[in-house]
């Protein structure tokens, strides 16, 4: 006796019931990652807590600290070490009310320089907050206000990094994503450019560096995984404007800068 071969409609049934499994599956991670991310933030709203910094830099160099998000926290740095002892104090995911609340819950650290670069993830999840827009946006202005006031009581001086665009929005955020985002993101930059005082406030216009004609993150600067974050193009491209700060205007006895920036 032959057996019959399966008809073409139960090998459709099946591979509908093993994408279904493995959608259920993905959509299970996805919520169990989401969970873990609302549980750690609300365990550690500034992050883990900073290892102890120096009170003065061991090798008399000027002292450099980055703050902000997970694009601070993965700056590469290494270009200055030989002119500034590095501190960084960024933390993964922030949001600028958490940077606020680290200013003040941890001890304060000196430095010549801070660099802060924050926002984004007070704008990327507008879409989820539909009706909240206008707070969340009135929010992170007087918010970047406050940081650049207590950044200021303890550094000579400070460059603000306006807030670098996303990329392209992948699939699956594209149901919780604002259409008014990168507008958001345009309203921000403009607080912080407003902040520059040439003096000792100065303003690193990276978003204008590092877009494209759609005011999207170009191209050559995005990470093939995630579209909030940088490649090594990018922080290349940053660093090169931010020496012309940095490095152009060291912190001396006789004035807090030695020249005005320019970003």
């Known amino acids: 006796m032959r057996l019959r071969r399966p008809s ?16 259920n599956l993905w959509l299970a991670n996805r919520l169990q990652q989401a969970f873990a991310d609302l549980q750690w933030a609300r365990i550690f709203p500034v992050g883990i807590p900073a290892a102890v910094v120096p009170t003065a830099s061991p090798s008399g160099k000027p002292r450099l600290v980055f703050y902000g998000d997970s694009r601070a926290l993965q700056w590469n740095s290494a270009p200055f070490a030989a002119q500034f002892q590095i501190v960084n104090l960024a933390q993964g995911a922030q949001t600028s009310a958490q940077l606020v609340l680290q200013l003040v819950a941890q001890p304060p650290v000196t430095s010549d320089w801070a660099l802060v670069e924050i926002g984004i993830n007070d704008l990327h999840p507008l879409g989820a907050l539909a009706g909240r827009e206008a707070l969340i946006e009135r929010q992170l202005a007087d918010n970047l206000t406050t940081i650049v006031r207590a950044l200021k009581a303890r550094s000579q001086c400070l460059a603000v990094v306006t807030i670098l665009p996303p990329g392209p929005v992948p699939l699956e955020r594209r149901g919780s994503w604002s259409a008014r985002t990168l507008d958001a993101v345009e309203t921000a930059n403009q607080v912080i450019r407003r902040l520059a005082d040439g003096q000792r406030v100065f303003v690193f216009d990276g978003a204008t560096l590092l877009s494209d004609e759609a005011h999207r993150l170009a191209v050559p600067y995005r990470t093939p995984d995630a579209f909030l974050h940088l490649n090594d193009t990018g922080y290349d491209v940053l660093n090169r404007g931010l020496q012309r700060i940095l490095v152009n205007t060291l912190p001396s006895a006789a004035s807090p800068c030695l020249e005005t920036g320019s970003g």
């Not at 090998?11 to 279904?20: D, E, G, K, R, Y």
């Open 8 to 23: 073409k409609v139960l090998w459709i049934v099946a591979a509908i019931a093993l994408l279904s499994i493995g959608g």
